[in-house]
């Protein structure tokens, strides 16, 4: 079953490469009026235009957003509105994965994680929701990580912003039950995409594709459920371990290859432009 979303207004953050591209055209294919917002200015103009070249150019908007800003924040949706109308839709995807032992980890590094991941999806869920309540209606979607249900070595900062996604989430949920707004979780293993550069995945899983991770915030407003898992079997295999005794999940863990997977076997030059960009830009 799917919903007519012909004319719906759709914001995705971290709209200019990546999940948050793949997830426009997705939407742009059913029929909605896509904006997409990105902290690089010329990144996200050239994701306008490659999406306009595929549909009515008049149905793509953009502008740069800093989702640590709330100012920036508001001012972004307050353009989505003035050139579309009332928001329907809001997916929260930006965000930045640096690797490495939290110990070598600058501070700086930590708080603009924390900043990105953590409060910039909390910032825009709440600049959402004020605009959708007084409607009764609106569906918020927020892109955390299977490191929202799991650990890895490298990835502690990371796993604890996607951590806080997913309760903060979990929480608003419950928050607007029955108000017509909707919260929901998408839940992405390893993804072919920059973030992941220099990894190699985990040992016996395939990686998700962009459109994959797409195709399943789509299915969420379509069919409203709190969350869903790319890929179902990776997500299977983290859920699992939920029920076995730590020793044993963490022995299954490392028989994934999770311990050195975002440390000793990451590829550094595959991935040093990346890093550049998510630590500094």
Known sequence: MTTDLTGRVVAITGGARGIGHATAAAF???GARVAIGDIDDVAVKEGATALEST????????????????ESFDRFLDGVEATFGPLDVLVNNAGIMPVGRVVDEPDAVTRRVLDINVLGVITGSKLAARRMLPRGRGHIVNIASAAGETYSPGLATYCASKFAVVGFTDAARLEHRGTGVEFSLVMPS???????????????????EPEEIARAVVSLVDRPRSRVRVTRLFGAAVVSQKFLPRPLAEA??????????????VDQGA???????ARHS
């Open 28 to 30: 742009l294919a059913r």
């Open 55 to 70: 549909t009515d150019a008049t149905r793509v908007h953009h502008d740069t957003l800093d989702v640590t800003d709330p």
């Open 190 to 208: 390893f993804v072919n995409t920059e973030l992941t550069a220099g990894t190699s995945g985990a040992r016996g899983f395939r990686n998700a």
């Open 252 to 265: 299954m863990s490392r028989a994934l290859g999770a311990d050195d997977v975002f440390l000793g076997a």
């Open 271 to 277: 991935r040093r432009a990346y890093e550049e960009r």
